[in-house]
């Protein structure tokens, strides 16, 4: 694997973070959220900004951006240097004047970071208006159809004059990086700007950022949680934790030899892209099958028909007691349509869903409900997929009363749930609000088993999670594999996880499987051309994050 | 990720609400709106206790007295009491804004439930809505009261049907924006049927919003009732109420401008502190408003 390993000693030190503190104000007896961070960027580097969710990450970029939540944060310590300016002594007038001309960020979900009714061309224009004034509006435009072609986008003349919803993901993030880098600023904070973007183009934007990044000699602040990403552009790393940053090192250095051991911690949570040894087959017991199934979205309303849109087409797939099938596939490839359609949340058009030996996919509403506990889902969502309102013993005792079981015998049975999934049973009282993401997802993945399926659907359900929590959360679903024998369905568009967890895999691609296979053939010697890009995208995927080593080809 | 706010309960905007005097966080205004509107409730219910005449009392030597010990805002041209009146009509105007808001908020609650809900549903019954909007409560109250007479009832089905297209709409976004929760897609996995899904996991997100409706609609409804009064259109002119009242004072208006001014002002100070109250329900039960606050 190719690290970065230039040098920047003699390079100019751009921006100069010392010493500093961020807290909440008024509340001297909570932890402050940043508590004294050094941290230096010189000219042309990338410094990787690495940590869990609530580690202090994107505090820091909102506080060099000077954009920190006016009156719920403020600055108590510390200096931030941008060539020997400190940008906490400026007013927020030179302040703005600063933002854009010398520093400018890009945010993570470029949909709503874009205004939604202005045409994309005009929004780059408008920071060349603000800032530069004295340009004529013909050398402007002259100058935002420069910055499209630069960032790489096609037929620039028609981008210009589209709104945001015209354009894919990849192009509205181009565009965002257009705006960032009009005025050739000196640093750039990239706050997880690939995050929301699938796998493949997530690689395009990461090279564009690099590319620029030499072309103009621009420092590179890059917020992410993923070492993938850290592995393929970093020059220096900076892992956080708790507000501090407990280990820093040119990239190299920190996944060969990390110091610290929350570092190696946080490495090896990171699933390896190698598949795990295939578990022997079972019997051939398909409790799920699936033929032919489509899924067609009807358009038009009442009275006009018009052609539907194609969200799966021609899906088979079968999984026996106790094993897992993985669907993989980027965003719009019709993976969480067929888990909506096996769970008949929305009804497929044609085809036969047979599970634990009933077809269900022609059953009417009410005659399905009996069948409802065969199979299960867990969403991806753990803020979203639990009532707010309800404690947890409610929801877990949901199911099983519907079921007939009585009230008493559901808590007694939610109580050992609570226990299967790593969890104490008096949490049983505490509403969702009270828990963690990871935990959430454990009471979530309790209310499915509850119903005692025969299978699970998992909804991406360890996407929203750090990788930490994730690796347990995995375990956790293999464990209760183990000991209740539920066939599971895990759709994912992580193949790192989807490596770790799945027995088979298919690959979807606007909703048509492409590939189907056991993992270790469909991951390691990809057939179809679609699985080989998807692999070949993954970020980071020639070093093996765990074992701080290159991966070894056999 | 931060700790999303756990939705109030309307338990803990009751206590919420008696812990913040203390702190003075709500301003004096919606406390003042409290204690006008306690008054004025009470005043209107305990009448018959206390007024000094039988409101309906007629005396001919006694027509528009001015304000005296005797008769406190004086008398109309009957020769009534003009307190005695203005304090016992509180209590059909009263009985007819907060029966019309209970009676719109639970039929639109239903309606809207299922509207939100059904998609097939959903269709048919919002152009039903529509046409129910078109139709003004004034001219439809005085049909009604044209046919079946006039009485409380009549009031409260005229201004009710007006507003429940209004809860309807309001319930039917909330439900719409809910069903889509993964919490609510469990729900139907796990086998729940359709009313329960409805009634315990969709029904509570719309209590909020209800609770802040149900004022506004209970001021609205007071002030059609006495404009309806006020036409002649409204409950029986037997019965003392704030818009008859005044109706009937109009002509002597410039002999005893109290026959307006005291009816008038019960009215508007009624009105204006539920409109307060409903205000300040609205920024206690959003959490948007909360924050900008902060």
Known sequence: ?554 | MADVQQPTSGMQVVLGALSLPKKWRLGIGPIIAVIVLLAIVMAAVFAPLYVPYDPSQMSSTNRLQPSSAEHLFGTDPYGRDLFSRVVTGGQVSLLIGIGSAIVSVLVGLAIGLVSGFFRIADAIIMRVMDSLMAIPAILLAIALVALSGPSITSVIIAITIPEVPRVVRLVRSVVLGAREEPYVEAAIALGSSMPRILWQHLMPNTLSPLIVQGTYICASAILTEAILSFLGAGVSTEIPTWGNIMAEGRTYFQVNPGLIFWPGLMLSLCILSINLLGDTARDILDPRLKKREA
């Open chain 1, 1 to 554: 694997m190719q690290f970065k390993s230039r040098n920047f000693d003699r390079a100019e030190t751009i921006l100069d973070i010392c010493n500093l503190s961020v807290c909440l104000p008024d509340q001297p007896d909570i932890a402050p959220v940043l508590d004294g961070i050094n941290l230096t960027i010189r000219a042309g580097e990338t410094a990787c900004l690495v940590g869990e969710s609530g580690s202090g990450k994107s505090v820091t970029s909102l506080a060099v951006m000077g954009l920190l939540p006016k009156g719920s944060l403020t600055v108590s310590a510390g200096e931030i240097r941008l060539d020997d300016t400190d940008l906490l002594t400026l007013s927020p007038s030179d302040m703005r004047k600063v933002r854009a001309r010398r520093i400018a960020m890009i945010f993570q979900e470029p949909m709503t970071a874009l205004n939604p009714v202005m045409r994309v061309g005009e929004q780059i224009e408008e920071v060349l208006t603000t800032h530069e004034k004295a340009l004529s509006s013909k050398v402007r435009r002259g100058r935002v159809l420069d910055i499209m072609a630069q960032v790489h986008l096609p037929e620039v003349e028609r981008i210009y004059g589209s709104y945001p919803h015209q354009l894919s993901g990849g192009q509205r993030q181009r565009i965002m990086i257009a705006m960032a880098l009009v005025l050739e600023p000196k640093l750039l904070i990239a706050d997880e700007p690939t995050t929301a973007l699938d796998v493949t183009t997530q690689g395009q934007i990461l090279s564009l950022i690099a590319e620029l990044q030499e072309r103009h000699g621009t420092a590179v602040l890059f917020v992410t949680h993923d070492m993938g990403v850290v592995a393929e552009i970093a020059d220096t790393v900076h892992v956080m934790q708790y507000g501090c940053i407990v280990e820093h090192a040119p990239v190299e250095r920190l996944l060969r030899q990390p110091q610290e051991e929350y570092t190696r911690k946080l490495l090896s949570a990171v699933p390896s892209l190698v598949p795990r040894p295939t578990r022997p087959a079972m019997l051939d017991d398909n409790v799920l099958e699936v033929r032919n199934m489509e899924k067609v979205y009807a358009q038009g309303g009442f009275l006009v028909r018009k052609a539907g849109t194609l969200a799966a087409t021609g899906v088979d797939l079968s999984i026996a007691r106790g094993r897992t099938l993985g669907i993989v596939g980027e965003s719009g490839s019709g993976k969480s349509t067929v888990a909506r359609c096996i769970l008949r949340l929305v009804d497929p058009t044609s085809g036969e869903i047979r599970v634990a030996g009933t077809e269900i996919a022609r059953l009417s509403r009410r005659a399905l409900r009996p069948h409802r506990k065969h199979f299960q889902i867990v969403f991806q969502d753990p803020f979203r997929s639990l009532n707010p309102r309800w404690t947890v013993s409610r929801s877990l005792t949901e199911g099983p009363v519907n079921f007939g079981i009585t009230r008493r015998d559901a808590l007694s049975r939610a109580g050992e749930l609570m226990e299967l999934v790593g969890l104490p049973r008096d949490a049983l009282a505490r509403y969702p609000h009270q828990f963690s993401g990871g935990q959430r997802q454990r009471i979530a993945i309790a209310r499915a088993v509850a119903m005692r399926p025969d299978v699970l659907v998992a909804d991406e359900a360890v996407s929203a999670l750090d990788v930490s929590v994730q690796a347990q959360v995995i375990e956790l679903l293999d464990d209760i594999q183990e000991k209740l024998g539920i066939a599971i369905l895990f759709i994912t568009h992580d193949l790192r996880v989807a490596a770790q967890i799945c027995d088979d895999v298919v690959v979807m691609q606007r909703g048509v499987v492409v590939e189907y296979g056991p993992a270790g053939e469909v991951l390691s010697q990809p057939r179809h051309d679609y699985t080989r890009s998807l692999i070949e995208a993954a970020p980071g995927r020639l070093w093996d994050f765990a074992n701080f080593r290159e991966i070894r080809t056999a």
